[in-house]
Nanobody
Framework: QVQLVESGGGLVQAGGSLRLSCATS????????IDWYRQVPGKQRELVAT???????DYADSVKGRFTISRDDAKNTAYLQMNSLKPEDTGVYYC????????????????WGQGTQVTVSS
């Protein structure tokens, strides 16, 4: 079974930086698009950044210029570098990946990690 595990969250002061990682495991044939989302209790989940298999990226306006999404295909791992953090960046960050995996037949599905907490203090 394919699994995603986020790590790297924590408590940081405004203006600081964090790097989140999303490690994947399982019978993975290839990883297509990878997204980072964040969610605050009582607020709708927000798409933060996207990277395609070809390396194209897109960002939410609120993080553009401060966050960078990247991927290391040799390690089947994605990253989110977060700089100049603001209190409004606080939330649980999730990675989602569209993954082609091997089973009796190959299949392609979206998978979610368990999330990692990011807290930015003022």
């Amino acid at each position: 079974q394919v699994q995603l595990v986020e790590s790297g969250g924590g408590l940081v002061q405004a203006g600081g930086s964090l790097r989140l990682s999303c490690a994947t495991s399982g019978r993975i044939l290839m990883i297509k698009d990878i997204d980072w989302y964040r969610q605050v209790p009582g607020k709708q989940r927000e798409l933060v950044a996207t990277i395609t298999s070809g390396g194209g990226t897109d960002y939410a306006d609120s993080v553009k210029g401060r966050f960078t999404i990247s991927r290391d295909d040799a390690k089947n791992t994605a990253y989110l570098q977060m700089n100049s953090l603001k209190p409004e960046d606080t939330g649980v960050y999730y990675c989602k990946a569209r993954i082609r995996s091997m089973g009796p037949l190959w299949r392609e599905d979206d998978y979610w990690g368990q999330g990692t907490q990011v807290t930015v203090s003022s």
